[in-house]
């Protein structure tokens, strides 16, 4: 199998697993305010890489700086969205999140000079307008939440971009550790100094955290940063507009607080059907490949 496709494939894993802590997190932060979980997940992130790849501590100024530049953008999206929910719609803030699919290429371009194939540049496009149709479309009055989601989707796609150009030259682990790292870090002085919200954890509440520390952020982004290596930032953009599907799928076997479940509509099973076939379009190519060679 080709590198590229096996690292799409194993991207699509990751947001499999972002998918499924859509429904955990929504669970949770009836319990838990989105400053402390994301300290605490974080956090118990941190701790388990660095347990985990205890031999891989010893870095240099280079490494720091740039592993710290990739956790800043992660920081700074996460915290652009959290606080944009509280001024916008959840289905505003997919979309205008999921917009990291065309600023990608866009960004790629503009700052970069380099181009991005014409099947991955189609398959964006269909992949964005099954975004807008998943997420129920978007008010197009912008407001106040809507700016800082945009300002998130722009941070996101640096953080993409800047792994791509990052991890060719460096240790990729030794970047993800210090990424995750400074994510926690800032989002424990928010915490501490500005937010200072008062969390009470119960039982369910410690195991949606254990979960999507571990999972959800541990092993998730340090398998992107891994990886992302082989493949392409608007490949892993693409791949990445596939969380929503993901999210909605777990969210009709996975019930809220309330007992209740999501359920599907036709314009949402059309919005799927566009953005598994963007998915599939921009990596026609690597499937062709794989199967020629397998002949």
Wanted: contains cysteine.
């Amino acid at each position: 199998m080709k590198k590229q496709l096996k690292a799409d494939l194993t991207l699509l894993l990751v947001t499999a697993i972002w998918g499924i802590s859509f429904p955990l997190m929504r669970n949770v932060l009836g319990s838990i305010p989105a400053i402390p979980y994301l300290a605490l997940r974080f956090t118990i992130a941190a701790i388990i890489l660095s347990i985990f790849f205890f031999k891989k501590h010893t870095v240099s100024k280079e490494y720091i700086l740039k592993g710290s530049t990739i956790g800043l953008f992660l920081s700074i999206g996460m915290l652009l969205q959290v606080y944009g929910l509280y001024h916008t719609t959840a289905s505003n803030s997919a979309l205008i999140t999921g917009l990291n699919v065309v600023l990608v290429p866009i960004f790629i371009t503009l700052f970069f000079k380099r181009k991005t194939e014409k099947y991955t540049l189609i398959g964006i496009s269909i992949a964005f307008v099954g975004l807008f149709l998943i997420t129920g479309a978007i008010n197009l009055t912008l407001n106040y939440g809507d700016f800082l989601t945009l300002l998130c989707a722009i941070a996101f796609a640096f953080q993409i971009i800047y792994i791509d150009k990052f991890t060719k030259k460096l240790d990729a682990i030794k970047l993800g550790i210090i990424q995750i790292w400074l994510a926690a870090i800032l989002f424990n002085i928010i915490w501490l100094f500005f937010d200072k919200s008062i969390i009470i954890l119960n039982l369910e509440t410690i195991v949606i955290l254990v979960i999507t520390g571990i999972l959800g952020t541990a092993f998730a982004f340090m398998v992107q940063i891994i990886v992302q290596k082989n493949t392409t930032p608007s490949h892993t953009a693409l791949i990445f507009s596939v969380e929503p599907v993901f999210g909605l799928l777990f969210a009709l076997i996975i019930p809220d607080n309330q007992g209740n479940l999501e359920f599907m509509t036709i314009i949402k099973v059309i919005g799927v059907i566009l953005i598994l076939s963007g998915t599939l379009l921009s990596e026609k190519n690597n499937i062709l490949l794989t199967f020629k060679n397998n002949k």
